[in-house]
């Protein structure tokens, strides 16, 4: 069992940058496929990047997000910057055991969530 926790939400003006925080539980944290995923409201939720070793990207936020993790630490970061209003939602932390699909919301666990809201 994994239990995830976000921090590092807020309200920020565009063009700024925020730092997302995931903290999670369990001695096995190195071996999980992280991912970040967003929902806006009355949208879909969407992913938004992925580190195993390798990382990846939604197109929408390369070259502007960047995450990372520290596997010491247990956890995993999502660095937002140039952010705009399209970027607002509210961003969730997931982790799955195996490093296929990662884009797919078929993750076996998930944080409760921080939003992230920009102003224009």
């Known amino acids: 069992q994994v239990q995830l926790v976000e921090s590092g939400g807020g309200l920020v003006q565009a063009g700024d940058s925020l730092r997302l925080s995931c903290a999670a539980s369990g001695r096995t944290f190195s071996t999980y496929t992280m991912g970040w995923f967003r929902q ?15 990382t990846y990207y939604a197109a929408s ?13 247990n956890t995993v970061f999502l ?3 140039s952010l705009k209003p399209e970027d607002t939602a509210v961003y969730y932390c997931a ?9 797919t919301p078929e993750y076996d666990y998930w944080g409760q969530g921080t939003q992230v809201t920009v102003s224009s």
Not at 40 to 54: D, L, Q
Not at 61 to 73: E, H, L, P, Q, Y
Not at 95 to 103: F, I, V
């Open 40 to 54: 806006a409201p009355g949208k879909e939720r969407e992913f938004v990047a992925a580190i195993i070793r390798s």
């Open 61 to 73: 936020v390369k070259g502007r997000f960047t995450i990372s993790r520290d596997n010491a630490k």
């Open 79 to 81: 660095q937002m910057n």
């Open 95 to 103: 982790a799955k055991g195996t490093r296929y699909d990662l884009s």
